[in-house]
């Protein structure tokens, strides 16, 4: 094992030991030419900085918890990626628990973090668990719901983003209408199916709840046996994914999209291009979403004022080929 110091690094590469911290902690504030001088002379000697007693001496560990239910979703996924790229480039690390909206899993998980001297958390969770984060002791972001307490909640407006979704079905003509949304306690599905339902009352029309569990397995039996017994010419979906399997289905059951049914997804990911026909959806702008997160964490992070701790980020319908 190394038995270097930092003094000892600094000195080999011939910079401050303030530089050679900045380097070991991702600071983006090191120009190349210094960053690379530092982490020859770290391979060279093995040397490894003991993260955890610098954290207890400083009381901080650069380290930001992500608790999240999975990350199966492609719009999670990509929301993770983007925010631990964001964070890395200000010198921190992301330690990600996923919880399966189990709370004893998510207590436990949440104890270890607050344990391990974090300095901020985000969180996505079920309505019946944001009662875990009232009393923590470290910036939380919350996505998608609001919790008393000092918490920032950052969410999309899903609540419009299923209104809308609602508003181009009727427009199409729609009349025997389908939503495939997920069976877990996902607020923002649920925001969405709220707003669809409004935009479905105001013309007087109702629909069907196709529910889906994690395993498309148990989508594919709920969709058929609906199927088999209810018409359909319009499909709203909670996400892409959902979207593009309840096309797939469709397809097999000899219903063609545009022509017969008409589908709108959310989340506007990939997938929503490479299925085919492409689906019209809703996007969010997941580097918006990212960027305002790791703003307002940082903000919590180093006590500066804050004027608003509710933020509700706009969406947009992008139109493709699904409701032509």
Same mark, same amino acid.
């Given at each position: 094992?190394?038995?270097?110091?930092?003094?000892?690094?600094?000195?080999?590469?011939?910079?401050?030991?303030?530089?050679?911290?900045?380097?070991?902690?991702?600071?983006?504030?090191?120009?190349?030419?210094?960053?690379?001088?530092?982490?020859?002379?770290?391979?060279?000697?093995?040397?490894?900085?003991?993260?955890?007693?610098?954290?207890l001496i400083k009381s901080e560990s650069h380290t930001i918890g992500f608790i999240v239910p999975?990350?199966?979703?492609?719009?999670?996924?990509?929301?993770?990626?983007?925010?631990?790229?964001?964070?890395?480039?200000?010198?921190?690390?992301?330690?990600?628990?996923?919880?399966?909206?189990?709370?004893?899993?998510?207590?436990?998980?949440?104890?270890?973090?607050?344990?391990?001297?974090?300095?901020?958390?985000?969180?996505?969770?079920?309505?019946?668990?944001?009662?875990?984060?009232?009393?923590?002791?470290?910036?939380?972001?919350?996505l998608d719901q609001y919790i008393s307490g000092g918490a920032v909640t950052i969410t999309t407006d899903n609540y419009?983003?299923?209104?809308?979704?609602?508003?181009?079905?009727?427009?199409?003509?729609?009349?025997?209408?389908?939503?495939?949304?997920?069976?877990?306690?996902?607020?923002?599905?649920?925001?969405?199916?709220?707003?669809?339902?409004?935009?479905?009352?105001?013309?007087?029309?109702?629909?069907?709840?196709?529910?889906?569990?994690?395993?498309?397995? !148990?989508?594919?039996?709920?969709?058929? =046996?609906?199927?088999?017994?209810?018409?359909?010419?319009?499909?709203?979906?909670?996400?892409?994914?959902?979207?593009?399997?309840?096309?797939?289905?469709?397809?097999?059951?000899?219903?063609?999209?545009?022509?017969?049914?008409?589908?709108?997804?959310?989340?506007?990911?990939?997938?929503?291009?490479?299925?085919?026909?492409?689906?019209?959806?809703?996007?969010?702008?997941?580097?918006?979403?990212?960027?305002?997160?790791?703003?307002?964490?940082?903000?919590?992070? !180093?006590?500066?004022?804050?004027?608003?701790?509710?933020?509700?980020?706009?969406?947009?319908?992008?139109? =493709?080929?699904?409701?032509?």
């Open positions: 094992m190394s038995n270097f110091k930092m003094a000892d690094i600094a000195k080999m590469a011939g910079v401050s030991k303030a530089t050679v911290s900045r380097v070991l902690s991702g600071h983006k504030y090191v120009s190349p030419e210094i960053r690379k001088r530092v982490l020859d002379v770290v391979l060279d000697t093995g040397y490894k900085p003991n993260l955890i007693a610098r954290s999975s990350n199966d979703d492609e719009v999670i996924a990509t929301l993770i990626r983007q925010v631990e790229h964001n964070l890395i480039e200000e010198g921190y690390r992301i330690t990600i628990c996923l919880t399966g909206y189990n709370r004893d899993k998510e207590q436990k998980f949440l104890d270890d973090l607050l344990q391990s001297n974090i300095d901020g958390l985000i969180v996505l969770t079920s309505r019946e668990n944001t009662s875990l984060y009232q009393d923590v002791s470290v910036p939380v972001i919350m419009y983003g299923g209104y809308l979704a609602g508003k181009r079905l009727v427009k199409n003509g729609c009349k025997n209408i389908f939503v495939v949304t997920t069976s877990s306690p996902d607020v923002a599905a649920s925001e969405r199916l709220s707003g669809f339902s409004q935009a479905l009352s105001e013309v007087r029309l109702s629909y069907e709840t196709v529910q889906c569990k994690s395993q498309l397995r !148990h989508c594919e039996k709920a969709l058929i =046996k609906t199927l088999a017994i209810k018409k359909v010419d319009g499909v709203f979906a909670t996400s892409d994914l959902f979207a593009a399997f309840t096309n797939k289905i469709l397809e097999q059951q000899g219903l063609r999209v545009p022509e017969d049914v008409s589908i709108i997804g959310y989340g506007n990911t990939t997938i929503s291009d490479i299925t085919r026909p492409s689906l019209t959806t809703i996007s969010q702008n997941i580097e918006t979403f990212s960027q305002t997160i790791m703003d307002y964490l940082l903000a919590g992070i !180093h006590k500066k004022p804050m004027k608003k701790r509710f933020i509700i980020l706009p969406i947009e319908m992008i139109e =493709k080929e699904s409701t032509q």
